[in-house]
Structure formats: C-alpha cells, structure tokens
C-alpha cells in the first residue's frame, strides 16, 4: 500500500508567477485535503476534495485552487503568488468523507521570491 | 469555530525523563482529537487519536494522551523520552461529521537533551 506522495519536494517561483503542485493520495482514499504550513506554524486548512468536487474551503483567496481527478490525485494550483505564499505545502488523504483521520504527504517547499 | 492552544511553544527535557505537552481547545461541537508528530523537513506523522469511548488512547512510540471533556484539554505524555522523540508536536481537532477541516495548534517543539 503506498502512502501519499508530493511533487515536487521543493519549487522557487518569482513573485507573481502561477505554480501547481501535486498530490498522490494514498491507494483507497477518495478525500484529499490541502494544508498551507508557514515557518514556525501550524498547518492551515486550504481546501477539501471529494470525488471531484471541492466541498470545503478555509481562509483563503480565490487565487488558491485545485483539482482533483478520477484516480483522486489532485493539484494545487496558486495564482499571483506573493512572497506570503512561501510555505510547505501539505496534502492529506482520507478513506472516505467524513473519516476524521488524514495520512499526510511529505509536502512541498515553497518559496517566493 | 474551532480553536487549538498549545501553550507551550518549547519544551527542554533531559533523555529518560518523563513529558507532558499540553493542549487545550474550543469548539461548540463534539470533536475529535489529535495529535500528530513532525520531523524536520518531514510531512506529519499521526501519534495517536481520540474518537469516542475510553477517555486515555494509547499511540505509537510509547505516547498516550487523556481527553477531559470538562477541561477541553488533551494533553499528550510519555513516561521516558529518548532523543529520537526530539521533534514537533502538533495538536489538533475535527468536528463530527461533514467534511473533514482539521484545525491545529501552533506546535510544541520538544528537545531531548542527552
């Protein structure tokens, strides 16, 4: 059984550049969520995905938004980035909407400059 | 809305000895609990979790955790750490049913020292 996985592990983009990042969920779990991890903080929830539709958002602009596919990966994609929008980047998978756990990826290092 | 304090932002203990992190949160709701473990430049690992029944959970690596409704508080402990424990501890919440949003605490940092 893999677990979840991420790509890339880390990415630098240029102040007002576009970026997509990438979430394999693990084998079975149809959820995906998006956690944005700032230095020095908790992880904040972004968005959740279930069977292809986001159905949860935290505070976030529009600019944040995402995908997710048949085969339940899914993307992040962030707009106009700002130097604010360096963090890691988590996604966590769950087995079915509802179930309180997550498995969480590694992340992706993000860094604005 | 929910919330998480995780009061302390660092905790120092010396190898063998025992810990305790502290955790205390708020919601208007029943909620489930967490608590996960992060390594440097490393993803979150889940330690342990309450759900319902037993009030004191048993978690991976020698952790547990007891959960006071009374005292909105789920305080994780260990009775001996090692210097593997050194890491980031994060406590969190999920409300019941609806989609999953799970809310976390700031984090405690717990430094082993040999």
């Known amino acids: 059984e893999t677990g979840v ?17 990438r979430c394999s969920s693990q084998s079975g779990h149809n959820t995906v969520s998006w956690y944005q991890q700032a230095l020095g903080q908790g992880p904040q929830f972004i968005f959740q995905y279930y069977r292809e539709e986001e159905n949860g958002r ?26 604010d929008d360096s963090a890691l980047y988590l996604c966590a998978s769950s087995p079915q909407q509802g179930l309180p756990e997550a498995f969480f990826g590694q992340g992706t290092r993000l860094t604005v400059v | 809305a929910q919330s998480v304090t995780q009061l302390d932002s660092q905790v120092p203990v010396f190898e063998e ?28 690992q889940l330690l342990l979790k309450y759900l319902s029944g037993s009030t004191l959970v048993k978690g991976i690596n020698g952790f547990e955790a007891e959960f006071n409704k009374s005292q909105t508080s789920f305080h994780l ?10 890491a980031e501890y994060f406590c969190a919440v999920s409300d019941l049913g609806g989609y999953q949003k799970v809310t976390f605490g700031t984090g405690t940092k717990l430094q082993v020292i040999p």
């Open chain 2, 17 to 44: 000895a025992p810990v305790e992190l502290r955790c205390n949160y708020s919601s208007s709701v029943s909620v489930y609990l967490f608590w996960y473990v992060q390594y440097p430049n490393q993803g979150l």
């Open chain 1, 5 to 21: 996985t991420q790509s890339p592990t880390h990415l630098i983009k240029t102040r007002g550049q576009q970026v997509t990042l």
């Open chain 2, 77 to 86: 402990r260990k009775p001996s750490v090692h210097i593997s424990d050194t």
């Open chain 1, 58 to 83: 935290g505070n976030f602009p529009p600019r944040f938004s995402g995908l997710q596919f048949p085969n339940y990966s899914s993307e992040l994609n962030v707009n106009a980035l700002e130097l």
